[in-house]
């Protein structure tokens, strides 16, 4: 059975930084492309990050291009995401994703993903 477990979320004031891990197990991705999603309180998921496979390709929603980081080791099927500079308009419950298609590129749209963690909140205070 597939499983994704986030972790690193939490509390942080504004304009500090946290970084997210995704561990998977029951199965490797080290082919598939991998991505996280967020969802604020009231607001529809929206996409975050997205990396290739082999980290050599990356996107990012605007809201959070320059500041956010997705990155991965694939020797550890982990996903990475670095967020610095928080704003409050970052606070959700931040999920991992991995793409079930093997593929060169990123994924970004969320119904390109089959395995899903259950998140982790991250607060960011004003």
């Known amino acids: 059975q597939v499983h994704l477990v986030e972790s690193g979320g939490g509390l942080v004031q504004a304009g500090g930084s946290l970084r997210l891990s995704c561990e998977a197990s029951g199965r490797t991705f080290y082919s598939n492309p991998m991505g996280w999603f967020r969802q604020a309180p009231g607001k529809d998921l929206e996409f975050v990050a997205s990396?290739?496979?082999?980290?050599?390709?990356?996107d990012y929603a605007d809201s959070v291009k320059g500041r956010f980081t997705i990155s991965r080791d694939n020797a550890k099927n982990t996903v990475y995401l670095q967020m610095s500079s928080l704003k409050p308009d970052d606070a959700a419950i931040y999920y991992c994703a991995a793409d079930v298609n093997q593929k060169p590129g990123t994924s970004i749209h969320r119904w390109e993903y089959m395995y899903w963690g259950t998140g982790t909140q991250v607060i960011v205070s004003s």
């Open positions: 990396i290739s496979w082999n980290g050599g390709n990356s």
